[in-house]
């Protein structure tokens, strides 16, 4: 008689590949969200607890950005207000200092330099020691429009057109005889002393200066753009064309009549040289 059959398990039939690699991944899958879930839950508990305290020292709202003026417009700023050491300069939003440190070592003025961003100020205040001059510029960390300028004599400054309006009722409170010195900005409405083109770099951009005389000159008929020549500046090219012409010279043309008080926007009576413009 025959043995019965002797049976025998087969080992089960491994996953197909691409069934393994599916569940693998699945598994990585799920350990990197559940690691991610409790990171997120960390960090936010550790911000929860965190107290966050304000700069003491916040960064100000500054008025413009800080661009530097040219050393050859500087120079022209300088010459056009006539520096002497008995001068009182103040360098409005002066930015690196280089205006009154440079007005300073080439006249021996004393002066200050305002400006509202303490970045500049330390900036300036390093410059003034680098140049030697601590005993003539002081530089201070202040807000320009609440100046009082009348304790100067001359008044310097490269803002943009809006400051320059807003500050115009400081400037006339400036002593008689003060001078205003701006770079590429004009007070509008107002008659400048002098004006001057300076021509900056191999490209030989164009910047203009214009300076002011207090008593500021209102002429409420200038049109809304900048003034190519000052008073002073029309009376020495009337005296150059009568000198030409042979006629007698004058050192103040007859239609600057300036021992008349100066006017206000909207009064009736102009000076005679601002008559003589508008007849122009």
């Known amino acids: 008689m025959d043995s019965p059959e002797t049976r025998v398990d087969s080992p089960p039939a491994p996953l197909p590949r691409s069934r393994s690699n599916v569940v693998a991944v699945l598994v990585i899958g799920g350990v990197a969200i559940a690691a991610g879930l409790i990171g997120r839950q960390v960090l936010t508990q550790r911000a929860n607890n ?13 008025n ?18 006539e520096l002497t050491k008995d001068d009182v300069v103040y360098d409005l939003g ?11 070592l080439q006249s021996g003025c004393k002066g200050t330099g305002f400006d509202i961003d303490p970045e500049r100020v330390g900036e300036a205040q390093k410059n003034v020691e680098l140049h030697d001059v ?3 510029v002081t530089i201070k960390e202040q807000d320009i429009f609440a100046l009082d300028l009348s304790k100067a004599n001359v008044a310097m400054m490269y803002l943009l057109p809006w400051m320059m309006q807003r ?3 400081q400037f006339e409170k400036m002593q008689p005889g003060s001078k205003i010195v701006s770079h590429d900005f004009y007070i ?12 900056v770099g191999t490209r030989q951009s164009r910047h203009f200066v214009f300076m002011y005389t207090v008593p500021l000159r209102w002429n409420p008929d200038m049109p809304n753009k900048p003034p190519q020549q000052g008073i002073a500046d029309r009376a ?3 005296q150059a064309a009568a000198e030409k012409s042979g006629a007698k010279p004058t050192t103040v043309p007859p239609d600057d009549d300036r021992s008349k008080p100066n006017t206000k926007p909207g009064d009736a009576r102009l000076d005679e040289v601002l008559k003589s413009d508008a007849r122009e």
């Open 134 to 136: 601590k005993q003539l």
């Open 50 to 62: 965190t107290v966050f305290t304000p700069d003491p020292h916040p960064r100000p709202r500054l």
């Open 64 to 81: 413009a950005p800080f661009v530097t003026s040219e050393d050859v417009v500087v120079d022209k700023m300088i010459e056009l207000a």
């Open 236 to 238: 020495d090219a009337a």
């Open 94 to 104: 002066c930015g690196d200092g280089r205006i009154i440190i440079t007005a300073a």
């Open 167 to 169: 500050l115009t009722p």
């Open 188 to 199: 509008e409405g107002v008659e400048p002393e002098r004006v001057a083109e300076v021509k």
